[in-house]
């Protein structure tokens, strides 16, 4: 869950690495009694996310600007809609617009690519997923982001659940140590909260995992990792139910519903914040000058 806390966090490092000492332009060119109003507009059609982080950005700059959100994270919205208004002090709206635009324009740009890839599966019973492939600092933002376009999360951390990998298992194997076993003893002394997935490149791998699952304690996942279709098609067959079947690897909105329709439970793709390409949003901006006399600005995507 994204908290406050943790907005004001990041957002707080963002405004420190942007104006370490102040915003010279806005304190030199304008006037300190100057005040402003700003559309935050679309220019692309897409799906809303990160309001609360883009207020942040102003609020954190002066509690005085006032943010007003048209949208809620998860909503749809078109080229032209103004997604929401700022209004107060000019010198800290502009001091925060490109921090406010650049967490908003990189969240709504996550949002917009999950939900393609949720559409492009919509009828089967694949659910899409995130991975840790975030970007280092704002994995929470981007994990909201994937929740706002209507995927789900992965583990959060390495802290959550045990994932053993591929290179988990190789460096197992290459000490002589029994997959089956280890992961038996896993099971044995993990909490029963714990969930336990291990990833597979073939399908013979499959049933030496799921041989270590217990009456007490079971394998919770098996992650198919860059199989065919029609490998992927066998493996859920062979796993029949014992695990929940994760795909993953070789997942793009070309390949996705091809991937859904083989029965899997899970597909995981880190395309979803590695590449998400940030969303076009622009602030429209009205400065009223000391002599009450308006001026429009238009800060872009860029």
Do not use: C
């Amino acid at each position: 869950m994204l908290t406050r806390r943790h907005i004001d966090r990041v957002v707080a490092a963002a405004l420190d690495e942007d104006a370490p000492w102040g915003d010279l332009t806005s304190r030199y060119l304008i006037p300190e009694d100057a005040v402003a109003t700003a559309d935050l507009v679309a220019r692309e059609p897409g799906v809303f996310s990160g309001g609360e982080v883009f207020a942040a950005a102003f609020a954190l700059t002066d509690p005085a600007v006032a943010v007003r959100l048209h949208r809620r994270d998860g909503e749809s919205f078109a080229a032209g809609d103004v997604l929401a208004t700022v209004a107060g002090p000019a010198r800290a709206v502009l001091t925060a617009e490109r921090v406010g635009l650049n967490f908003v324009q990189r969240m709504s740009g996550i949002a917009t690519l999950t939900a393609r890839y949720v559409a492009a599966v919509a009828g089967t019973r694949a659910r899409i997923a995130d991975t840790r492939k975030t970007t280092p600092g704002l994995r929470a933002l981007e994990r909201h982001a994937v929740r706002s376009g209507g995927g789900r999360n992965h583990r959060y951390s390495l802290s959550d659940a045990v994932m053993a990998k591929d290179n988990h298992l190789a460096v197992l194997t290459a000490g002589g140590a029994d997959v089956t076993a280890a992961l038996r003893t896993a099971l044995a002394e993990l909490p029963h909260t714990a969930h336990i997935e291990v990833e597979v490149d073939r399908l013979d791998q499959i049933e030496p995992v799921l041989a270590a699952s217990t009456a007490a304690a079971r394998i919770g996942t098996i992650m198919l990792d860059n199989f065919s279709l029609d490998d992927l098609r066998a493996g859920v067959a062979q796993v029949a139910g014992r695990a929940t079947v994760e795909a993953s690897g070789g997942v793009s909105l070309e390949t996705v519903a091809a991937i859904a329709a083989t029965g899997v439970d899970v597909i995981s793709v880190g395309a979803l914040t590695h590449s998400a390409r940030a969303l076009d949003l622009g602030l429209d901006a009205r400065i009223a000058r000391g002599d009450g006399d308006v001026a429009p600005a238009s800060t872009p995507a860029g």
